[in-house]
């Protein structure tokens, strides 16, 4: 079964993206769900959560009134989300994003996940 929906948005100007190479794309919801459904795979984070995380870091950085914005501060916002979704994924995301290099900087992360759930 197949479900449709629509989301109304006001007209807006488009978001570009500055990547780290200093390259600039055009903004991409499908990208972010993208990452989310990696970060999420086997885990029981239903798909509308994802949807719903996607549209609230796209309207949270359309908000902030920036027509561009730097890479970073979406790879910041999607882990800010997948730390209230899913924790596993908010490791997964985490170690990808900031390139954990060795055990002690995945402890690091796990450490601070924990001092935030205390």
Do not use: W
Not at 40 to 55: G, H, N, S, T, Y
Not at 62 to 79: A, K, T
């Amino acid at each position: 079964m197949r479900r449709f929906t629509t989301y109304e948005r006001p007209e807006e100007q488009p978001l570009v993206v500055i990547k780290k190479d200093g390259k600039r794309e055009m903004f991409s919801r499908s990208k972010i769900l993208a990452g989310l459904l990696r970060a999420c795979e086997k885990r029981p984070v239903p798909l509308v959560v994802l949807e719903d995380a996607v549209i609230e870091i796209e309207n949270k950085l359309q908000h902030e009134g920036f027509n561009e914005v730097p890479s970073h501060r979406i790879g910041e916002l999607v882990m800010d989300r997948l730390q209230h979704i899913d924790e596993v994924a908010y490791v997964r995301f985490a170690s990808v994003y900031r390139q954990f290099t060795d055990i002690h900087n995945f402890l690091g992360e796990l450490e601070k996940l924990l001092r935030v759930r205390e």
